[in-house]
């Protein structure tokens, strides 16, 4: 069976790359912003799946590995910014706090129409930030693609410590997905 990343995500690539995957990339297409939902794991998850199971109905005798991230601060989900301001804004909101980073999964496979999916958390203390070197941030990396205004760049540049499975590393947890592409007949 033909194995299919849902993403262009470099990061996510890695993650396959690492897994020694032969896959292929078909980013789907979805309206993320039609998802809802109060619980950002259970979000995370519902927005995986909607991915997974788009481009699996497209692609027969197929597994599916798709993959959503998102950023919350207290009680607010961060997703992708809608400008630079909004990400600047993010990024000095997480100066001197915990932030966590949630990673969801799902794999889709398309000639069972079996679904498997989790989220996983990660937590990052931020140390104080400057408006400086915020600034420097944003001009190196691609902000406004990445939830929360930040990759694994940046949360490594940021943060204090760690603590979790450090999906945010892969946007993918790799762990999970070992177990799931196992479940699907894959040999990993």
Do not use: H, W
Request: hydrophobic fraction near 40%.
């Amino acid at each position: 069976m033909r194995i299919i990343l849902a993403s262009q995500s470099a990061f996510r690539k890695r993650a396959l790359d690492i897994l020694g995957l032969k896959y292929e990339t078909t980013p789907s297409s979805i309206d993320e912003k039609a998802i809802r939902d109060s619980d950002p794991m259970a979000l995370a998850r519902k927005l995986s799946e909607a991915k997974a199971k788009a481009v699996g109905e497209k692609n027969p005798d197929s597994i599916v590995i798709a993959s959503d991230l998102l950023v919350t601060l207290g009680n607010k989900v961060y997703e992708k910014p809608e400008n630079e301001e909004d990400a600047f804004r993010m990024l000095r909101s997480y100066s001197g706090k915990e932030v966590s980073v949630i990673t969801g999964l799902a794999i889709y496979n398309s000639a069972t129409m079996k679904l498997l999916s989790t989220a996983v958390k990660d937590t990052a203390k931020f140390r104080s930030l400057t408006d400086s070197e915020i600034r420097d941030y944003m001009a190196r990396y691609p902000v406004l693609k990445c939830a929360g205004a930040f990759e694994g760049d940046g949360l490594l540049r940021f943060s204090e410590s760690f603590s979790g499975k450090l999906a945010f590393l892969t946007a993918l947890p790799i762990n999970e997905l070992v177990l799931f592409l196992r479940e699907n007949g894959v040999n990993v």
